[in-house]
Structures are given as C-alpha cells and as structure tokens.
C-alpha cells in the first residue's frame, strides 16, 4: 500500500476556453500555477472526446473517439508529478442527447465547447508525490516513497 498524509493549499476555480484540449488545458493550469499534487474536478459539455479503457492483460490502452456534442457528467482525477512535471490523471463521464452515458480515462482530443473546473492542490512534504512504472501492472503509479 502506498500512503501518504496531505495538506490542503489553495484552491483554484475557472472556466476553459471553448476549443480547449481539455487535459492539456487542465495540465497547463497545473504548471502555471506550480500545482504537483491535487485533485480535480470539472463539469461542463465538449464538442468531441476520446477515452481510454485499460486492457490489464495486453497492458495497453484502447481508446474510443465520440464525433459529437456531450455534457460532461462527471470529471474527477489527480495531479502528481510524472517525470518531474505535473501529470493530471483524470476519469470522465459523458451523457449523450439520448441520455446514454460513455466514460474513461480523459485522453487528448477532447475538446471543450463548455467547461468549469475546480482544482485542490495538497502539500506533500518533502518527498512529493511521483508517478514511476510499475512492473505488476504496466501503469506509471504513485511510488511507494520508502
């Protein structure tokens, strides 16, 4: 198990630009504003997306593309640093005109018609926390600071 004890710092409220990749977006406010760990929230509509769906046996992701309008449900995740850079690790769910409801792993390529966001950024002392490749499941994870 890994398991660290947080603070909470600031947290920062806004709204992205329509036609903003919105996980790019999203890592760039993590940047600018220093952010290396946190979580993040967002509700809103995109104009097109792609998720991704982890296959635990290939250890590969797949991904599916949705050419049109969706309200964004629900978008929840995490920053921590992957490479010495901040790295938002985000879940989202999309609801379609008809109510049928998609979802995964946010992926580049989804665009913003609408969005607002709520990012809380966590203090973790001295040893951050960091996202290295795990042997057992092909993922980068939160390493074990020991």
């Not at 296959?55 to 991904?63: F, G, L």
């Amino acid at each position: 198990m890994v398991e660290k004890i947080v603070t909470p710092g600031r947290v920062i409220m806004g709204r992205l630009k329509k036609g903003d990749d919105l996980l790019s977006a999203l890592t760039e406010i993590c940047v600018k504003n220093s952010i290396t760990a946190g979580e993040v929230r967002a509700i809103g509509a995109v104009t097109k997306a792609r998720v991704g769906y982890y296959k635990q046996q290939k250890r590969e992701y797949t991904y599916i593309s949705f050419a049109e309008p969706l309200e964004i449900i629900s978008l929840v995740g995490n920053i921590s640093l992957k490479d010495k850079e901040p790295f938002v690790h985000a879940h989202i769910t999309l609801m379609d005109e008809e109510g049928h409801s998609y979802g995964g792993h946010l992926a580049p390529g989804t665009e913003v018609f609408a969005c607002e966001y709520i990012i809380q950024e966590y203090h973790t002392g001295d040893q951050g926390l960091n996202r290295v490749y795990n042997e057992k499941t092909g993922l980068a994870l939160w390493e074990d600071g020991k």
